[in-house]
């Protein structure tokens, strides 16, 4: 994958091919500490001990229709590869949890990408899950949470092209308001 959103879409769909109804989203820059964050949370069925140990193997999948899972070993080796880490915590029943830490600096960190289309097709295209998106930067921060956006919005879905445009909207204006810009 050459964007770091990229890795952040996949994990977040094994989460919703995992039963998660909460998947929380976290990107973080601390350009001072020259570290990009990414933790990716969900209440999904989560994976056994021996499903734990395997899944940064690219040949152990649990899916049935292909024999390679690449997704997770990818974003685990993009991570170390500029020095940074990654980790996964799971637990059957209760769900899994994914950090990736970047050296923000390193030549071989890729970029970022774009972030608020990421998070708005997840939100968009998965109506029966709800997301939890943080960004930050350098202290400033802003939220996306869907469960406050059922609450306005009732019965009225997201994939409705006012509500659709308004979260994209949303998204890339806070980001913006954020991080000043900055690309990561």
């Known amino acids: ?6 890795n952040i879409l996949d994990v977040a769909e094994n ?6 109804s909460l998947v929380s989203i976290t990107v973080s820059a601390d350009t001072k500490a020259d570290r990009l964050t990414v933790v990716i949370e969900d209440d999904g069925c989560g994976m056994t001990e021996e499903q734990l140990a395997r899944v940064t193997d690219p ?11 690449l997704g997770v070993p990818f974003f685990k080796e993009a991570a170390e590869l500029t020095g940074g880490s990654f980790a996964i915590q799971s637990k059957p029943g209760k769900g899994t949890s994914v950090t ?10 890729m970029p970022l990408g774009d972030i608020s289309a990421t998070i708005h097709n997840l939100v968009v295209y998965h109506p029966g899950t ?6 930050e930067y350098d202290g400033k921060s802003f939220t996306l949470d869907t469960r406050q956006f059922r609450e306005i919005l ?13 979260i994209m909207d949303y998204l890339t204006e806070n980001k913006l308001e954020t991080d000043g810009g900055a690309s990561l």
């Open 15 to 20: 989460s919703t091919r995992a039963g998660a």
């Open 1 to 6: 994958m050459t964007e770091i959103s990229l």
């Open 59 to 69: 040949f152990f999948t649990t899916r049935t229709t292909r024999k390679v899972g």
């Open 154 to 166: 009732g019965d009225i879905p997201f994939d409705a092209p006012e509500v659709s445009s308004y």
């Open 100 to 109: 990736a830490v970047f050296v923000l600096s390193s030549i071989d960190r």
């Open 130 to 135: 709800d997301f939890c998106y943080t960004y």
